[in-house]
């Protein structure tokens, strides 16, 4: 399995990194979750936009799934056409994105499937399990296994007892990290910081963690620093192109 960055800032792009978007790769088959604003141009440069097979989409916030409309385009306009996309997303997560063109000039570009959350679904050779994440919105925190490894996702969300036990042994977590060590009042139990994401990675015995969705303008140093503290374990910050094997 190969995981590969689009971008990793929370809430708006920065001027060299987007915000949240990956790839997840096994056995050709490419699967991209959550491509947030500023993430297509960062994809092209890794696969071609109809050879992406499906989307995953953890919830409906622009910064995760507003670079899916030039996706769409792109494979609806382009000749030859792309193939039929499959998207899976919680239950009206889409329904703004999916709205932005008229029915003619998407029309059949794309397939909606309902996310179970909780729940597992098969998406090509990948097993995809969820659980809900507290958050502003309903959001999927998810783990991915193929190929005899696996990843954890979050998503956004608050601190979560139960997603420690959910990551149990994941060879890799991708935790989001909105600040450092405190969240504004108004994100306290919906967002995380580099030190509960660092805690997370700790307590689900994870591999390695990579932190992500960092509010613009932060310093990435004091978030490993911060995450580093809880966590003796390898950790980067989600940066385009950033990969793992």
């Known amino acids: 399995m190969r995981v590969t960055v689009l971008g990793g800032t929370g809430a708006f792009p ?3 990194r987007g915000c949240s978007g990956y790839l997840v790769q096994l056995d050709g088959f490419t699967l991209l979750i959550d491509p947030g604003y500023a993430t297509y141009q960062p994809l092209l440069a890794h696969v071609a936009a109809a050879a992406v097979d499906a989307v995953l989409i953890t919830h409906g916030h622009p910064d995760h799934c507003a ?3 030039p996706l769409l385009r792109s494979r609806a306009m382009s000749l030859p056409r792309a ?3 499959p998207l899976y997303a919680p239950p009206g997560a889409l329904d703004a994105i999916l709205a932005l063109d008229g029915p003619a000039t998407l029309d059949g570009a794309y397939q909606r499937h309902d996310l179970p959350v ?3 679904v098969t998406i090509g050779p990948l097993t995809v399990d969820t659980l809900p994440t507290p958050h502003f919105l309903p959001n999927a925190g998810v783990r991915v296994t193929g190929g005899g490894v696996s990843i954890a996702y979050t998503g956004d969300g608050g601190p979560h007892e139960p997603f420690a036990a959910f990551a149990a042994g994941v060879d890799l977590l991708i935790a989001e990290a909105t600040h450092r060590t405190e969240l504004p009042p108004r994100m306290v139990g919906m967002l995380s910081t580099a030190i509960d994401a660092g805690t997370l990675a700790d307590r689900a015995g994870a ?3 990579w932190l992500t969705h960092l509010w613009p303008g932060s310093d990435p140093a004091g978030h490993l620093a911060a995450a580093a503290s809880v966590y ?3 950790i ?3 940066v385009p192109h950033l990969s793992w094997n």
Do not use: I, T
Request: hydrophobic residues 40%; without cysteine.
């Open 232 to 234: 003796a374990g390898p």
């Open 14 to 16: 920065e001027k060299d």
């Open 83 to 85: 193939a039929s996309l």
């Open 236 to 238: 980067a910050v989600a």
């Open 67 to 69: 670079d899916l409309h």
């Open 118 to 120: 909780p729940g597992r």
């Open 207 to 209: 591999g390695s963690l």
